[in-house]
């Protein structure tokens, strides 16, 4: 495995109405500008607009994916082989055809081959595992960002009484983010409803065997700290690696 250790982990630590994929943010072509002669960012010229970050290069060196004029369609499958069982993917591509594009592409280039889920969150509103970070620390990515397609019909969280927080139910695959339009490769599995502004956006869904992978990695916990003996978000108690990353045809 080419996991870091777990004692060298930095894990991004947030509220239990965030995610995060870390910084993300591209340099917005400012730099061509500036006298020192960089070039912008290259941009893909599709619809998508995958946009390279050179202030945050890619955690795994994967190029920027094709942006044709017309995407995936329909349900496509996906199967993350880990040391805790298998999870099964079925992702939505009419939802996110550039959010699937962009996973899909990712999964050919082996980006998430050899890699763990560096964090789980047991918040009474908030219970996820998020994973495709190569580096492990909860900041990296694949070099590039592209824009988001959020969900628009998600019901009101019960909990939150503004109606400002939707429920993202048990079963649903969605991306990190560290702000608006800058998905790169991290990605949550929630593993019990959850209640988030809607701000991440739905690509796909966790099969019934997944689903139970994810309830025995909940079941142990997060791993304590000496800071934290008890945390409610951090590092997955027992490992979670993703073996292998594979499409079905």
Do not use: W
Request: proline share 12%; with cysteine; hydrophobic share 35%.
């Amino acid at each position: 495995m080419s996991s870091s250790p777990r004692s060298k982990r930095v894990l991004a630590r947030l509220t239990a109405v965030t995610l995060t994929a870390g910084s993300l943010i591209a340099s917005g072509g400012a730099a061509s500008a500036d006298g020192t002669g960089t070039p912008p960012p290259r941009v893909t010229p599709g619809p998508c607009g995958y946009t390279e970050t050179p202030d945050d290069p890619a955690a795994r060196p994967v190029p920027l994916p094709a942006d044709p004029a017309h995407g995936p369609h329909g349900p496509m499958r996906v199967t993350l082989a880990t040391n805790q069982g298998p999870i099964g993917l079925t992702l939505d591509a009419d939802a996110a055809p550039c959010t699937v594009q962009s996973f899909l592409h990712l999964v050919r280039h082996r980006f998430y081959d050899d890699t763990f889920c560096h964090r789980l969150t047991a918040y009474s509103t908030l219970k996820v595992l998020q994973c495709g970070d190569p580096s492990g620390t909860g900041s990296g990515g694949p070099g590039y960002r592209y824009r988001d397609e959020l969900p628009t019909d998600l019901p009101p969280a019960p909990t939150d009484p503004t109606g400002v927080r939707k429920v993202y139910a048990r079963g649903v695959l969605a991306m990190a983010n560290a702000g608006p339009d800058t998905n790169g490769s991290q990605f949550f599995l929630v593993y019990a409803n959850s209640a988030l502004r809607p701000n991440y956006t739905i690509f796909g869904t966790v099969d019934g065997a997944g689903l139970a992978t994810l309830d025995r990695i909940a079941a142990q916990g997060i791993a304590p700290t000496p800071e934290d003996p008890a945390p409610v978000d951090g590092a997955p108690a027992s490992q979670v690696d993703i073996d292998t990353a594979r499409r079905h045809h």
